[in-house]
Nanobody, 124 residues
Framework: QVQLVESGGGLVQPGGSLRLSCAAS????????MGWYRQAPGKQRELVAA???????NYADSVKGRFAISRDNAKNTVYLQMNSLKPEDTAVYYC??????????????????WGQGTQVTVSS
């Protein structure tokens, strides 16, 4: 199995910063994309940012210019640097990774894994 472990969530005041980390482990052949999603109470889960292994990125309009996603392919880890945080950023943030697991091109299988979620609360 492929497991994702998230860290870095917490309580921060408006205008503050926070950095989330997510490390993937297991029998990983390759990871095509890693991303961050969030879900606030009463709302559906939404994509915050995503990044491919080559480094292409995509951001939600609401966070563009404030958040930055990056990755360390050697460590199968993705980061989300969150700056100028607003109360509306409050949500549970989930890490996702999609790719292939296995030991070779012949026996590889696709996977999509989710982290357990980490709470980010922006409040004074």
């Amino acid at each position: 199995q492929v497991q994702l472990v998230e860290s870095g969530g917490g309580l921060v005041q408006p205008g503050g910063s926070l950095r989330l980390s997510c490390a993937a482990s297991g029998s990983i052949f390759s990871i095509n994309v890693m991303g961050w999603y969030r879900q606030a109470p009463g709302k559906q889960r939404e994509l915050v940012a995503a990044i491919t292994s080559p480094g292409n990125t995509n951001y939600a309009d609401s966070v563009k210019g404030r958040f930055a996603i990056s990755r360390d392919n050697a460590k199968n880890t993705v980061y989300l640097q969150m700056n100028s945080l607003k109360p509306e950023d409050t949500a549970v943030y989930y890490c996702n990774a999609e790719g292939y697991r296995g030991s070779s091109l012949i026996n590889r299988k696709s996977f999509s894994s989710w982290g357990q979620g980490t709470q980010v609360t922006v409040s004074s």
